[in-house]
């Protein structure tokens, strides 16, 4: 069964410094990894996707993936208290058959800036 | 934002009843997407379609069923609704399948079944 793991938190830090997410997932041959941020009440809304091993930076986020430790992470730089949500990991796991398989998502971990 | 709508956004019912959600999207995109989201659960898909009339299920597809037969419109229905429904439904679209298939949300049903 394929599984994505996150940190369910709360995760607190500081206003202004960075805040380090992590998701590690089961499925070795997974190609596309996603961070959803979701604020309570709210849906999901997509922030970063990441293809490649390596760094992925827009604007004051910054993505991680490593495939070979089937890790993935999420920086965010100078933090704010509208960073405060429930971020997301999804993963899109091996396709077979080359149909559009949904994500398969982390239960979340919930993030607190503190002014 | 992408254009994404749900109907209805809340709705309460009764054990044994049809319900149906709706998703409309003005995007044009090909695929659609049924999730839910329950606490200690995360989100979980249901079921989902590469087209028109063009559907799957997902990892909680019992007791559900869906229809599209337009490319804007994918229809959820739980033919007789129990307790354990009760959740948020979402719907998703991405322009691309495979790989590198970005998902958008829609803002989501909150269903309560008593």
């Known amino acids: 069964q394929k599984e994505v793991e996150q940190n369910s938190g709360p995760l607190s830090v500081p206003e202004g410094a960075i805040a380090s997410l992590n998701c590690t997932y089961s499925?070795?041959?997974?190609?596309?990894f996603f961070w959803y941020r979701q604020y309570s009440g709210k849906s999901p809304e997509l922030i970063m996707s990441i293809y490649s091993n390596g760094d992925k930076e827009d604007g004051r986020f910054t993505a991680q993936l490593n495939k070979a430790s089937q890790y993935v992470s999420l920086l965010i730089r100078d933090s704010q208290p509208s960073d405060s949500a429930t971020y997301l990991c999804a993963v899109n796991p091996a396709l077979t058959g080359g149909g559009a398989d949904g994500l398969t998502f982390g239960k979340g971990t919930h993030l607190i800036i503190q002014p | 934002d992408a254009g994404i709508t749900q109907s209805p956004r809340h709705k309460v019912t009764e054990t044994g009843t049809p319900v149906t959600l709706r998703c409309h999207q003005t995007?044009?995109?090909?695929?659609m997407y049924w999730y839910r989201q329950d606490p200690g659960h995360g989100l979980r898909l249901i079921h989902y379609?590469?087209?028109?009339?063009?559907?799957d299920k997902g990892e909680v597809s019992d007791g559900y069923s869906v229809s599209r037969s337009k490319t804007e419109d994918f229809l959820l229905t739980l033919e007789s609704a129990t307790s354990s429904q009760t959740s948020v439904y979402f719907c998703?679209?991405?322009?691309?399948?495979?790989?590198?298939?970005?998902?958008?949300f829609g803002p989501g049903t909150r269903l309560t079944v008593l």
């Open positions: 995007e044009n995109h090909r695929y």
């Open positions: 499925d070795r041959v997974s190609q596309s």
């Open positions: 998703a679209i991405s322009e691309r399948g495979g790989e590198h298939n970005e998902q958008f």
């Open positions: 379609s590469y087209g028109v009339k063009d559907t």
